[in-house]
Protein backbone atom coordinates (compact mmCIF):
# COMPACT_ATOMS: atom_id res chain seq x y z
CA UNK A 1 0.00 0.00 0.00
CA UNK A 2 1.37 3.66 -0.76
CA UNK A 3 -0.09 6.52 0.88
CA UNK A 4 0.56 10.23 -0.33
CA UNK A 5 0.28 13.04 1.72
CA UNK A 6 -0.19 16.61 0.72
CA UNK A 7 0.40 19.61 2.65
CA UNK A 8 1.40 23.34 1.92
CA UNK A 9 -2.36 24.58 1.37
CA UNK A 10 -4.10 27.27 2.68
CA UNK A 11 -5.71 31.17 2.55
CA UNK A 12 -3.69 33.53 0.53
CA UNK A 13 -4.44 37.17 -1.24
CA UNK A 14 -3.81 37.53 -4.89
CA UNK A 15 -0.67 38.17 -6.05
CA UNK A 16 0.70 36.17 -3.07
CA UNK A 17 2.67 32.58 -3.43
CA UNK A 18 2.41 29.48 -1.46
CA UNK A 19 4.19 25.64 -1.61
CA UNK A 20 2.51 22.47 -1.62
CA UNK A 21 4.17 19.54 -1.26
CA UNK A 22 3.05 15.28 -1.43
CA UNK A 23 5.23 12.76 0.44
CA UNK A 24 4.90 9.01 -0.66
CA UNK A 25 5.67 6.59 1.50
CA UNK A 26 4.59 2.87 1.88
CA UNK A 27 5.80 -0.31 -0.74
CA UNK A 28 7.35 1.71 -3.06
CA UNK A 29 10.63 0.36 -5.48
CA UNK A 30 10.67 3.14 -8.21
CA UNK A 31 8.12 6.13 -8.88
CA UNK A 32 7.75 7.52 -12.44
CA UNK A 33 5.95 10.24 -12.83
CA UNK A 34 4.36 12.43 -10.41
CA UNK A 35 1.86 15.48 -10.66
CA UNK A 36 -0.89 18.22 -9.17
CA UNK A 37 -4.07 18.27 -10.37
CA UNK A 38 -7.04 20.62 -9.03
CA UNK A 39 -10.55 20.96 -8.57
CA UNK A 40 -12.53 24.08 -8.38
CA UNK A 41 -16.23 23.73 -6.93
CA UNK A 42 -18.59 23.10 -9.44
CA UNK A 43 -15.56 22.19 -12.04
CA UNK A 44 -13.88 18.68 -13.50
CA UNK A 45 -10.66 17.70 -11.77
CA UNK A 46 -7.83 19.06 -14.14
CA UNK A 47 -4.09 18.90 -14.81
CA UNK A 48 -1.55 21.54 -13.23
CA UNK A 49 2.09 19.86 -13.64
CA UNK A 50 3.75 16.63 -14.37
CA UNK A 51 7.31 16.23 -13.63
CA UNK A 52 9.00 12.78 -14.67
CA UNK A 53 11.78 11.30 -12.89
CA UNK A 54 14.32 12.23 -15.05
CA UNK A 55 12.82 15.96 -14.42
CA UNK A 56 11.00 16.78 -17.68
CA UNK A 57 8.07 18.86 -16.93
CA UNK A 58 4.48 20.06 -18.39
CA UNK A 59 2.31 22.45 -17.46
CA UNK A 60 -1.09 23.79 -18.30
CA UNK A 61 -1.37 27.10 -20.06
CA UNK A 62 -3.05 28.69 -17.25
CA UNK A 63 -0.26 28.23 -14.62
CA UNK A 64 2.53 28.42 -17.02
CA UNK A 65 5.03 31.52 -15.93
CA UNK A 66 3.65 30.91 -12.50
CA UNK A 67 3.49 27.90 -11.01
CA UNK A 68 6.93 25.32 -10.46
CA UNK A 69 6.66 21.76 -10.33
CA UNK A 70 10.10 19.93 -8.72
CA UNK A 71 10.68 16.90 -7.07
CA UNK A 72 13.01 14.92 -4.44
CA UNK A 73 13.76 11.19 -5.80
CA UNK A 74 15.38 10.61 -2.48
CA UNK A 75 12.30 11.23 -0.38
CA UNK A 76 9.88 10.69 -3.19
CA UNK A 77 8.49 14.33 -2.47
CA UNK A 78 6.93 16.70 -5.09
CA UNK A 79 6.68 19.96 -4.94
CA UNK A 80 4.17 22.86 -6.51
CA UNK A 81 5.84 26.27 -5.77
CA UNK A 82 2.78 28.61 -7.19
CA UNK A 83 3.68 32.24 -7.37
CA UNK A 84 0.94 35.31 -8.56
CA UNK A 85 -1.91 33.62 -7.07
CA UNK A 86 -4.87 34.29 -9.13
CA UNK A 87 -8.69 33.78 -7.48
CA UNK A 88 -9.18 31.53 -10.18
CA UNK A 89 -6.65 29.41 -8.55
CA UNK A 90 -8.93 28.31 -5.88
CA UNK A 91 -9.43 25.01 -5.80
CA UNK A 92 -8.63 21.54 -3.85
CA UNK A 93 -5.43 20.68 -5.29
CA UNK A 94 -4.15 16.77 -5.61
CA UNK A 95 -1.09 15.21 -6.16
CA UNK A 96 -0.49 12.01 -8.42
CA UNK A 97 2.16 9.01 -8.70
CA UNK A 98 2.89 6.29 -10.79
CA UNK A 99 4.52 3.77 -8.38
CA UNK A 100 6.29 0.31 -9.07
CA UNK A 101 5.91 -2.20 -7.12
CA UNK A 102 5.15 -5.91 -8.26
CA UNK A 103 3.62 -3.63 -11.13
CA UNK A 104 2.79 -0.42 -11.79
CA UNK A 105 -0.30 1.20 -10.18
CA UNK A 106 -1.42 5.37 -9.78
CA UNK A 107 -1.98 6.57 -6.28
CA UNK A 108 -3.59 9.74 -5.44
CA UNK A 109 -3.21 11.99 -2.02
CA UNK A 110 -6.23 13.11 -0.32
CA UNK A 111 -5.99 16.67 -1.53
CA UNK A 112 -5.37 20.38 0.48
CA UNK A 113 -7.63 23.08 -0.23
CA UNK A 114 -6.59 26.30 -1.68
CA UNK A 115 -8.16 29.55 -1.78
CA UNK A 116 -7.00 32.90 -3.56
CA UNK A 117 -9.21 35.68 -1.70
CA UNK A 118 -8.59 39.06 -0.30
Known amino acids: QVQLVESGGGLVQPGGSLRLSCAAS????????MGWYRQAPGKERELVAT???????NYADSVKGRFSISRDNAKNTVYLQMNSLKPEDTAVYYC????????????WGQGTPVTVSS
Open 96 to 107: NADVYYLGWRTY
Open 26 to 33: GSIFSINA
Open 51 to 57: ITRGGST
